[in-house]
């Protein structure tokens, strides 16, 4: 299928073959019909993807402030390499979708149906069940792309809440600030528009509104207080986008007191407090199409809100502004300036970019007889389909995201591996990161890999939740299997894995426990290995806060941060004792005032069978400018202490004082090529069977005593 994608990194736009996504539980997947192209984002997007470097930083400060952070603990290469490998992921454009459902995994949606949908500028998208809204007969596709879009500008309203008759001034006559003029005069409300554009300003006036255009001298205060009787207006919504402080202090003084401002567009918000003090005006940010929005449980995970509690929510908003197009007390269809097939979409991204006058840029999509069929294709060629080399470590890999895409396939192209299939959910970056490392193929159906003879190795690199289900399909499949940390969730997943492998003795199962493969690691092993004590280690991680939104929290899904990033230093302590846990504890950190104990504060500890003892502080609550991994190991009257995988210092080795990197090094790659190379000799595996099942019985069990 075709598909709008824009670079971060230089700007430019272009129109990809992209596979087909697959539906996923609680979706619905849309054969798309027409798109809207959202001037105001989308020119912004373009305009910071053309932008310098240095420009991007001004822009995003906070970004700059988290760079130069992971520069003091990464070191600058690497901090270098993740910043350009962001940069260089495309970005699908485009929220307003309108299409007919041919797949539904949702309730309240059906095969055939009409429906609208923050969807990309793609010929098939899928999209979560609260963020599509079916079309009334009535709407035409055309009129329904502008839904998203009057969305928005009905979220300002809603949040204005003027009432019949009162006085709304609405800066700013794009699109949202047009069809903004629409409702509000459906609502009854008198309404004034100010913009610089003559032609918007005559369709403001066309919609029923007054107008005041500043760049002809025009008087806004004047105009504002004779439009409102002298008394002030009762609300203003500022649908502007642009850096000045101005649309703010205007509205500011041109309110009555205690009047109401909304900001739906993008402003400065240097705000006066005498402005605001001596009116008590409310001044308030208007959050996209309504509520729900940014929240994975309504958006991803389809948990409504109680419309007893939560009236209008972003679904519930596209509904109203359907059924006002349907009773035709909208009508977006004079706001449509270009028209363009979405084989031309970078026509359309040009023209946006141009400065050329353009309103609103709808895209087409063309329609198969047969339900678009032709656009259903989940396979797209990248390198070409010649014969196979015949590689012991052919590799298919499951999931591009961007470690994926930055650590993994890179260390697997490293160790002589042959990439052939790259498979992710939405195809997007399958098809970048499989054209940029030589894949033969991109896919969005797993089955493409698991059922491919000339595939002998699979690489998992999905999210956590999928791991089991997809390291049993790659066992059964009789394919090796590469698992990124965890391996599974739960201790039946483990059982079943355990069972199925232990029946497979030919068969490669290696779990991504790279930190044992650091150099800084090796050295630290080989040292350890010429003393016969018990060790005490001690393994401090200041891993950050995360949000508590976060997936990896979730403990369906991510398994939390002790199953989803607290085994690696289980498996690095075991690793360093080369001895078995014999026993295990995990206590949490209590809560914080005002915050739920978090999974994130805990100290485990380890008891081996040679009686050594690890303890592994797996902290969310530091400072940033701490290390962010310490490894200590103290034993036979000697001590290792290891920062960050850069620098490991020695008290009491013979010989050995310190050993520096100017780069981190944590293992990916040696981890990766200890893996290719044990497929092609068909010797011992990197990792014995054993531990990595200890390992992760452990982590399992650490991480459910916390939440018991």
């Known amino acids: 299928m075709k598909q709008l994608l824009q670079s971060l990194k230089t700007g430019a736009t272009e129109v990809a073959d992209v596979p087909a996504p697959r539906a996923g539980k609680g979706q619905v997947l849309i054969a798309t019909s027409r798109t809207l192209v959202s001037a105001g984002t ?181 105009r504002a207080n004779a439009f409102s009787r002298g008394r002030g207006v ?151 389909d010649g014969a196979p080399s015949g590689s012991a470590a052919t590799i298919g890999v499951l999931g591009a995201g961007n470690y994926a895409g930055r650590v993994l396939i890179p260390a697997f192209k490293a160790a002589g591996a042959e990439l052939h299939t790259l498979a992710s959910g939405g195809g997007i970056s399958a098809v970048h990161f499989g054209r940029k490392f030589g894949f033969r193929q991109a896919v969005t159906d797993v089955a493409e890999i698991l059922e491919n003879p000339d595939i002998s190795t699979i690489v998992i690199a999905t999210r956590h939740d999928a791991h089991a289900g997809q390291v049993l399909a790659a066992l059964r499949a009789g394919k090796h299997v590469f698992c990124e940390k965890p391996l599974c969730l739960t201790l039946d997943e483990l059982a079943d894995i355990e069972a199925e492998i232990s029946s497979r003795p030919g068969q490669q199962l290696m779990v991504g426990f790279n930190r044992r493969f650091a150099p800084h690691t090796v050295k630290m092993k080989a040292l350890l290995d010429t003393v016969s004590a018990p060790k005490a280690i001690i393994i401090t991680v200041n891993a950050g806060d995360i949000p508590a939104g976060h997936w990896i929290q979730d403990t369906a899904v991510g398994g939390g941060r002790i199953i989803g990033e607290a085994c690696h230093f289980i498996d690095l302590a075991r690793h360093l004792t080369g001895h078995a846990i014999v026993s295990a504890d995990a206590a949490s950190l209590g809560a914080e005032p005002g915050s739920p104990a978090s999974t994130g504060r805990a100290t485990l500890t380890l008891k081996f069978a040679d009686g050594s003892i690890a303890s592994i502080h797996y902290l969310a609550n530091g400072h940033k400018s701490f290390p962010k991994e310490r490894v200590e190991v103290f034993t036979a009257g000697r001590v290792l202490q290891l920062d960050n995988f850069r620098a490991l210092k020695g008290w009491g080795w013979p010989g050995f004082s310190r050993m520096a990197s100017f780069n981190q090094d944590k293992g990916q790659r040696a981890c990766a090529a200890a893996f290719v190379q044990s497929i092609r000799d068909g010797g011992t595996a990197p990792i014995g069977r054993e531990e990595i099942i200890e390992v992760s019985r452990v982590t399992i069990e650490c991480a459910g005593s916390i939440h018991r």
């Open 234 to 384: 009762d609300a203003v919504l500022i649908a502007a986008s642009t850096k000045s402080n101005e649309p703010v202090s205007q509205a500011a003084r041109m309110c009555r007191k205690r009047g109401r401002i909304v900001l739906v567009g993008v402003t400065g918000l240097e705000l006066s407090r005498a402005d605001f003090y001596e009116k008590e005006l409310s001044f308030q940010v208007s959050c996209s199409y309504g509520p729900g929005r940014y929240d994975p449980a309504y958006e991803e995970g389809g948990q409504d809100y109680p419309v007893g509690f939560v009236r209008w929510t972003e679904q519930r908003n596209f509904e109203a502004v359907l059924d006002m197009m349907a009773v035709g007390t909208l009508d977006p269809s004079a706001l449509i300036s270009h028209r363009f097939d979405i084989d031309d979409g970078r026509m359309a991204m040009d023209l946006l970019a141009s400065g050329d006058p353009s309103l609103g840029i709808l895209l087409d999509y063309p329609q198969a007889e047969d339900g678009a069929s032709s656009s259903m294709t989940r396979r797209v060629a990248l390198a070409g």
């Open 42 to 222: 989308e020119r912004m997007l373009v305009e910071f993807g053309k932008a310098s470097l240095i420009d991007k930083a001004r822009q995003q400060p906070d970004k700059v402030k988290m760079v130069l952070e992971k520069v003091r603990t990464d070191g600058l290469l690497a901090t270098f390499d993740a910043v350009q490998s962001k940069l260089d992921q495309p970005l699908a454009l485009g929220y307003c979708n309108v299409g007919t459902v041919i797949e539904s995994r949702a309730p309240g949606f059906a095969a055939g149906n009409r429906v609208v949908s923050n969807g990309q500028h793609a010929g098939i998208v899928a999209v979560p069940q609260n963020l599509c809204a079916l079309i009334p007969d009535e709407v035409s596709d055309d009129a329904a792309a502008f839904t998203v879009l009057a969305a928005i500008g009905l979220q300002g309203i809603r949040l204005a809440a003027p009432t019949l008759g009162e006085c709304v001034v609405v800066t700013g006559l794009g699109l949202i600030g047009l069809l903004t003029v629409q409702m509000l005069r459906a609502q009854g409300c008198r309404v004034m528009g100010i913009d610089f554009d003559p032609e918007r300003l005559a369709l403001a006036r066309r919609f029923g509104a007054e107008t005041v255009n500043p760049g002809a001298d025009e008087d806004v205060l004047a």
